[in-house]
């Protein structure tokens, strides 16, 4: 119930296309998805992030979709760059008391994404 | 560049070693974490502290102990570690404890155990 399952785990696309990347959860609880952007060699940095009360949120070239009756939400990158290229992570956490964790982030196990020139 | 400066930012030690890992952030933030991150994973939480005081700890082995001497800084102590605790080590913070407070995280620093 604690899983947030992502796909692909690897994904190719060309530059200008749209990369989409897809989580699920079941923890009806969860109640925050953040996105996180990973360069090699580099910490995690935040890129976007939505709540359930809201279906879309678009900053920039990044798009959230969150359908919360499939309990689902995925990332779209627009015009995709081969800057772009890297590991996306999505997660999720509860605001409720969790069994002890509140607020803590369940990852994603990852999307390598690569952009061709 | 990251606001949250972590040192060394690579480490080889043997298995009988003591060695500690640095953080440093001066954002005024509340909550520091450690994370581990093995290749092609995500990061796992290791500890928590908010104001200080160390408020999770995920069942981590007892030769990893961390320590917050004051709100900039967090450090982790390493000692008879195992090979397999080979992993990039990394360090975040966030304003405080609530949910919606992004983690900040450090470029970590790639520990290998020999």
């Known amino acids: 119930q604690q899983q947030v399952k992502q796909s692909p785990q690897s994904l190719i696309v060309q530059k200008g296309g749209i990369s989409i990347i897809n989580c699920a959860y079941e923890n009806t609880a969860f109640d925050y998805f953040p996105w996180y952007q990973q360069f090699p060699g580099k910490g995690p940095a935040l890129l976007i992030a939505?709540?359930?009360?809201?279906s879309e949120k678009k900053e920039g070239r990044f798009t959230i979709s969150f359908n919360k009756s499939a309990k689902q939400f995925s990332l779209h990158i627009m015009d995709s760059q081969p800057g772009d290229s890297a590991t996306y992570f999505c997660?999720?956490?509860?605001?409720?008391?969790?069994?002890?964790?509140?607020?803590?982030?369940?990852f994603g196990k990852g999307t390598k994404l690569s952009v061709k020139p | 560049d990251t606001e949250v400066t972590q040192t060394p930012k690579h480490l080889v030690m043997g298995m009988t070693n003591k060695k500690s890992l640095k953080c440093e952030q001066h954002?005024?933030?509340?909550?520091m974490y450690w994370y581990k991150q093995k290749a092609k994973k995500p990061p796992e939480l290791m500890f928590v502290y908010s104001y200080e005081k160390l408020s999770i700890n995920e069942s981590v082995p007892s030769r990893f102990s961390p320590e917050c001497p004051n709100s900039s800084l967090l450090n982790l102590h390493l000692h008879a570690l195992q090979p397999e605790d080979s992993a990039l080590y990394l360090c975040?913070?966030?304003?405080?404890?609530?949910?919606?407070?992004?983690?900040?995280f450090g470029n970590g620093t790639r520990l290998t155990v020999t």
């Open positions: 997660a999720a956490s509860s605001g409720m008391n969790y069994g002890g964790s509140q607020g803590n982030l369940i």
């Open positions: 975040a913070s966030s304003q405080d404890r609530r949910q919606n407070s992004p983690l900040h």
């Open positions: 939505i709540r359930p009360d809201v």
């Open positions: 954002m005024g933030h509340r909550a």
